[in-house]
């Protein structure tokens, strides 16, 4: 059973930085990572990273947002800079094993302008 726990979304002014973090419980997972959904909006890949380091970015985050991972601790973190007020959205960590796709539960980033 993977459990996903999720810490650090919040309100933040636009140009602001928030870091979320996600530990993950159970495997050594080959990608981690984080989507996010905005109301009315379908969800959207934000970053992923894979257990050697490849990482994968959406286009609208590169150069603002950096993804990394613990895999002594089997934890998944996003630094977010500059925010803007269209990267509001409850965020999801996401961790794939064994073509396996596992969800967390979401935390709010709310950016104000």
């Known amino acids: 059973q993977v459990h996903l726990v999720e810490s650090g979304g919040g309100l933040v002014q636009a140009g602001g930085s928030l870091r979320l973090s996600c530990a993950a419980s159970?495997?050594?997972?080959?990608?981690m990572g984080w989507y996010r959904q905005a109301p009315g909006k379908q969800r959207e890949l934000v970053a992923i990273?894979?257990?050697?380091?490849?990482?994968n970015y959406a286009d609208s985050v590169k150069g603002r947002f950096t993804v990394s991972r613990d895999n002594a601790k089997n934890t998944v973190y996003l630094q977010m800079n500059s925010l803007k007020p269209e990267d509001t959205a409850v965020y999801y960590c996401?961790?794939?094993?064994?073509?396996?796709?596992?969800w967390g539960q979401g935390t709010q980033v709310t950016v104000s302008s």
């Open positions: 990273i894979a257990t050697g380091g490849a990482t």
């Open positions: 159970g495997n050594i997972f080959s990608i």
């Open positions: 996401y961790v794939q094993v064994i073509l396996t796709n596992y």
